[in-house]
């Protein structure tokens, strides 16, 4: 099956970084993804053709997304190092300078890679420094730290120098923090990741950054229907009916139309699976495309709705947990 696989073309369609670097439009996430699961994932995704994967530290899986590298990745295995781009991210305990290299080595250890494609910080806003992933309070509210993220930027940059990663980029970050960071860089930033579909289509801050020369991810893009904190009466992406009919005009899963708006407009997408059809699925997006009517019917749909917002319960109440950091990004529009 492997050895099939392998003689297969790789996903034709990738954007160039400001770093000369190939990166594929479809890429296979990796955050909820059950330690027993994602390692099957990774290498049903690298057989039928994935050549993308995103990871980070906080997803708490990297070891075994590395047990799968280690067995398809490298010198006389199905695929060559150079022929996958492998994005890891820098985790809100780790924002202080000499905490991030650290970091990095240890992805890179749990990972088995020499060096990353790209490194991301998570977030803007920084956490009390330690190996506990969510340091709280006894009222459950967490406990921050306030590391300039220029700062911790600057210490990111070193590690290109060094070799370990290729490219570094931000996720979660506002326009305005995404100017006070190219500001002060000597590596810029080639990639912002942030959570976009139909319903938060995000078409400012993708101008802003297409502006700037960095290449926007798209994290949930189908909605995260698996997320936690989900609220009752909330809007269902896969379900709305614009997208059905033009599913049905193309043979295609409302999903597939989805990832194809967005490749489409030069957004890079990893929708996370672990169901090896919908692996397959996720990928086969390359072989149509929408016209310009249907792509701004689905750019039309947005309502501004964010679904990863993370939330905690205090007094009985769920509230944003980390919207009283100053550099919370999300309460700005855009």
């Not at 190939?22 to 039928?48: F, I």
């Not at 290299?101 to 749990?110: V, W």
């Not at 570094?168 to 000597?186: E, K, M, W």
């Not at 699976?273 to 397959?280: E, G, L, Y």
Request: overall charge neutral; charged content about 25%; glycine content about 6%.
């Amino acid at each position: 099956m492997l050895g099939h696989a392998a003689k297969m073309p790789a996903t034709c369609d990738f954007v160039t970084l400001h770093t000369g670097q190939k990166m594929p439009l479809v890429g296979l996430g990796t955050w909820k993804s059950d330690r027993g699961q994602v390692k099957e994932a990774v290498k049903h995704a690298l057989s039928v053709g994935y050549r993308h994967i995103d990871c980070a530290a906080a997803y708490s899986n990297e070891a075994e997304v590395g047990e799968a590298f280690q067995e398809c990745v490298g010198p006389n295995k199905i695929i060559k190092r150079e022929d996958l781009f492998v994005t890891s991210k820098l985790w809100n305990t780790k924002h202080h300078p000499e905490d991030v290299e650290p970091a990095l080595r240890k992805t890179l250890g749990d990972m088995k890679l020499d060096y990353l494609d790209l490194y991301l910080m998570h977030w803007p806003h920084a956490f009390e420094r330690g190996d506990n992933l969510f340091p709280k309070n006894p009222d459950n509210t967490m406990r921050y730290d306030y590391t300039d993220y220029k700062d911790t930027w600057k210490a990111m940059e070193k590690l290109v120098e060094k070799g370990l990663v290729k490219a570094i980029g931000l996720s979660n970050f506002n326009s305005r923090q995404i100017d006070d960071v190219l500001s002060v860089a000597t590596v810029k930033p080639a990639v912002l990741q942030v959570e976009c579909h139909p319903y938060l289509a995000q078409n400012e801050l993708i101008a802003h950054c297409q502006k700037r020369g960095l290449v926007v991810t798209a994290y949930s893009p189908l909605g995260s229907p698996d997320r936690m904190w989900k609220q009752p009466d909330e809007p269902v992406l896969l379900e709305e009916p614009g997208i059905k009919t033009i599913a049905e005009k193309y043979s295609k899963s409302p999903a597939q139309i989805i990832l194809r708006w967005q490749v489409q407009r030069k957004v890079v997408v990893i929708p996370k699976s672990v169901t090896p059809a919908r692996i397959q699925q996720n990928l086969q997006v390359f072989d149509f495309s929408l016209t310009e009517e249907e792509m701004s019917h689905i750019g039309r749909l947005n309502k501004n709705w964010r679904y990863i917002v993370p939330m905690i319960t205090i007094d009985g109440k769920l509230v944003a947990r980390d919207a009283g950091h100053p550099h919370y990004p999300f309460n700005d529009p855009y």
